[in-house]
């Protein structure tokens, strides 16, 4: 596929198409059918859709459950280059940057496989290669004797220089938490730096970034209300939102929920996240949590879309309505091949 150069008519035409696609999303009716499905015919459903080329070239290798995860993890990876491929100018040097973050999962999938002793294609299996790093890089990570060995593999890589400081004295399993909260807040602090750089685009790039950390920070303040850990709020705290770290780290001292809402709710500059934080007085589970605040998120980068369709906006809704319509369809083929009951799957569906 030929790239596209920069210019205001490409951009009109890559947002453009990005609706086209986003049209063409599973909608909500057609999980609600899904849920009385069972795995074969959920499997024959999404052979019908977008998905169709990735199940019959997977179809003579894999069946059942693993048939449907394969495929799905191809065709994201391959959706996600293809629109790296058609955006132009500065989009497209956004995009790449915000596609990062698939490197770090990957990255880090493959070090807790190579822990565990998985055999390579299990691993292989899980991964989405969506970012910088491509299919043929992740192979050969895959295929290094040790997780140090996969280390140093990623040098002149961004994660490189953090990684390497991290597991100075080896690689170990408690440490790998610690590795993937330090990432992501690098990943986000350059994310940052670029939006603020000058570049053309920044500004709307900087509004999701200062959207999507508060959506990540809120849902790590909850998490940490229920689980009464003790431990440091600072450690997941990503800085760059509405609300600083110090800040979530106060805010988590007012063990009264109402409380704790009404000092939060203030702070929130969003209306949605305002009303949506009112919601969360009654008790609910952190997946309930979880899953609102998620709703609340996509519902905001379309109304960010809505106001500037031209942009990076309509780019980035999509990426992550196509994320979770993965996600969806990932959860009903694991529901059903655990023989989940069909409401207990939809409490973890994005719909």
Not at 46 to 53: I, L, S
Request: proline fraction near 5%; charge should be neutral; glycine fraction near 6%.
């Amino acid at each position: 596929m030929t790239e596209v150069k920069a210019g205001p008519v490409p951009y009109i035409y890559v947002c453009t198409r990005m609706r086209v696609r986003k049209s063409k999303l599973i909608p909500r009716e057609e999980y609600l059918r899904m849920l009385n499905m069972g795995l074969s015919e959920i499997t024959r459903f999404v052979e019908e859709t977008q998905y169709k080329k990735e199940i019959d070239e997977l179809a003579t290798a894999f069946h059942g459950i693993d048939l449907i995860e394969i495929a799905l993890s191809w065709n994201l990876a391959k959706e996600y280059q293809s629109i790296q491929k058609i955006t132009p100018g500065t989009l497209k040097d956004l995009t790449r940057a915000y596609l990062r973050r698939w490197d770090i999962q990957n990255i880090l999938t493959i070090i807790r496989g190579k822990l565990h002793g998985e055999r390579p294609g299990k691993i292989k299996e899980v991964l989405v290669p969506a970012g910088e790093l491509d299919k043929a890089f992740l192979d050969r990570m895959i295929e290094e004797p040790s997780p140090e060995r996969i280390i140093e593999s990623l040098k002149g890589k961004a994660e490189y220089p953090l990684l390497s400081r991290l597991f100075e004295g080896g690689v170990r399993e408690e440490l790998l938490p610690k590795a993937e909260n330090e990432l992501y807040k690098q990943f986000y602090a350059d994310l940052i730096a670029m939006a603020r750089s000058g570049i053309k685009g920044g500004r709307q790039f900087l509004d999701y970034l200062t959207l999507d950390i508060d959506i990540t920070n809120i849902r790590n303040m909850f998490r940490y209300r229920a689980d009464q850990s003790g431990d440091d709020i600072m450690n997941v705290a990503i800085p760059g939102g509405t609300i600083s770290p110090q800040m979530m780290q106060r805010l988590l001292q007012i063990r009264d929920r109402n409380e704790f809402i009404d000092a939060l709710v203030p702070l929130m500059k969003t209306r949605v996240l305002r009303e949506l934080l009112e919601t969360l007085r009654e008790e609910k589970s952190i997946r309930e949590i979880e899953i609102d605040l998620i709703k609340v998120q996509i519902a905001e980068m379309e109304t960010m879309s809505k106001l500037h369709p031209f942009s990076i906006h309509p780019i980035l809704a999509y990426l992550e309505m196509k994320k979770y319509e993965i996600f969806n369809l990932r959860a009903l083929a694991r529901g059903k091949e655990s023989n989940l009951p069909p409401d207990r799957i939809r409490g973890y569906l994005v719909i």
